[in-house]
C-alpha cells in the first residue's frame, strides 16, 4: 500500500516534465494534459513492470511517446485521407532551389555552433523555429529526431512510405535550418 | 557524365538522407566529392547534423526548464 502511494507522489513529481514534453510535441496544452493523463494512468497499471528497470523518468517518457503518437493518428484519421502524404506544395523545393538546382541563397557557414546548447535563448528560437514547420512536417521531425524512433517505426504509425518519410525530413531540415539562420545564427548570438 | 555530377539540391536531398540510413558507395562517393566542392553543401551537411545532435538535446533542455 505504501509503496503505491509513494509511486502516485513521484508521478505527480515529473508530471510537470512530462507536460512540457508533450507540448512541445503536440503543440496543443488540452491535447498534451490528454497524453499525460494516459500516461500516468497507464504507468499505474503497469507498474509492475517497472521495478527499477530504469530510471522512473525514462520510462514514463517512453510511455508519454506511444501516447502522443497514438493522438497523432487519431487526429490524422479526422483529416482527409491524404493528410500526412505529400501535397504539391511539398513536391517542389522552388523556394530554396533555382531550375538548374542550385542553392538560391547558399548556406553560410555557423562557425562553432555547439555552444549554442548551453543558452536558454537558443532553446527558445528552436522552439520557435519548429512551430513555423507545417503540422505534419514538425511532427515526423520530431519522431525521428527528438523522439528518436526508427525510419520503419514511424512509416509503420503514420502509414507512410519511406520516400514519404524521406521527402518529409529533408523539407522539415530546410525550413530549420533556414529558420535558425535567420532567427540565430546571423544575429549577434551567432 | 552529367548524371554523375550532383546538383546543389540531389546533394543536399542525400545528405538529409544519410541520417536515416548509410547510403551505397556510389552515392557516397558522389556525395563526398560534391561536398569538397561546394562550401553551400558541405555547410548544410553540417548544419543539419548539428540540428540533429541539437534536438536529441530536447528532453535534456526540456528538463533544465525546471530550473
Redesign the interface.
Known amino acids: 500500500m505504501g509503496g503505491d502511494e509513494d509511486l502516485a507522489k513521484s508521478l505527480e513529481s515529473h508530471r510537470?516534465?512530462l507536460m512540457?514534453?508533450a507540448v512541445?510535441q503536440l503543440r496543443d496544452p488540452s491535447l498534451a494534459e490528454d497524453a499525460v493523463q494516459d500516461t500516468i494512468i497507464a504507468a499505474l497499471a503497469q507498474r509492475a513492470s517497472f521495478e527499477g528497470r530504469s530510471q522512473l523518468r525514462t520510462w514514463l517518457?517512453s510511455i508519454l511517446k506511444h501516447k502522443i503518437v497514438d493522438i497523432v493518428r487519431k487526429r490524422a484519421r479526422g483529416l482527409p485521407a491524404d493528410a500526412m502524404q505529400l501535397g504539391d506544395e511539398d513536391g517542389s523545393?522552388d523556394a530554396?532551389?533555382t531550375e538548374?538546382?542550385?542553392?538560391i541563397d547558399?548556406?553560410?557557414?555557423?562557425g562553432l555552433?555547439?555552444a549554442?546548447?548551453d543558452s536558454?535563448q537558443f532553446?527558445l528560437v528552436?522552439r520557435k523555429c519548429c512551430q513555423r514547420m507545417p503540422e505534419r512536417h514538425a511532427l515526423v521531425?520530431?519522431m525521428?529526431?527528438?523522439m528518436?524512433m526508427s525510419?520503419d517505426e514511424i512509416c509503420k504509425k503514420l502509414d507512410i512510405s519511406t520516400s514519404n518519410?524521406?521527402v518529409i525530413?529533408?523539407r522539415a531540415?530546410?525550413s530549420?535550418?533556414s529558420c535558425?539562420t535567420k532567427k540565430w545564427f546571423s544575429t549577434e548570438h551567432g | 557524365m552529367g548524371k554523375l555530377m550532383y546538383?546543389?539540391?540531389?546533394a543536399?536531398?542525400l545528405s538529409?538522407?544519410a541520417?536515416?540510413?548509410p547510403l551505397g558507395r556510389l552515392d557516397r562517393s558522389l556525395l563526398g566529392f560534391h561536398l569538397m566542392m561546394c562550401?553551400?553543401?558541405s555547410?548544410?551537411a553540417?548544419?543539419?547534423q548539428?540540428?540533429?545532435?541539437?534536438?536529441?538535446?530536447?528532453?535534456e533542455?526540456?528538463?533544465?526548464?525546471?530550473g
Not at chain 1, 538548374?100 to 542553392?103: A, C
Open positions: 510537470k516534465y512540457r514534453y512541445f517518457t523545393s530554396w532551389f538548374q538546382g542550385r542553392w547558399p548556406p553560410a557557414d555557423w555552433p555547439d549554442a546548447l536558454k532553446w528552436y521531425f520530431s525521428r529526431e527528438v528518436d525510419t518519410l524521406h525530413l529533408y531540415r530546410l530549420l535550418r535558425m | 546538383s546543389c539540391e540531389q543536399s536531398k538529409s538522407r541520417l536515416e540510413e562550401r553551400g553543401c555547410n548544410f553540417r548544419q543539419i548539428f540540428l540533429s545532435r541539437a534536438s536529441h538535446k530536447v528532453p533542455a526540456l528538463e533544465k526548464d525546471e
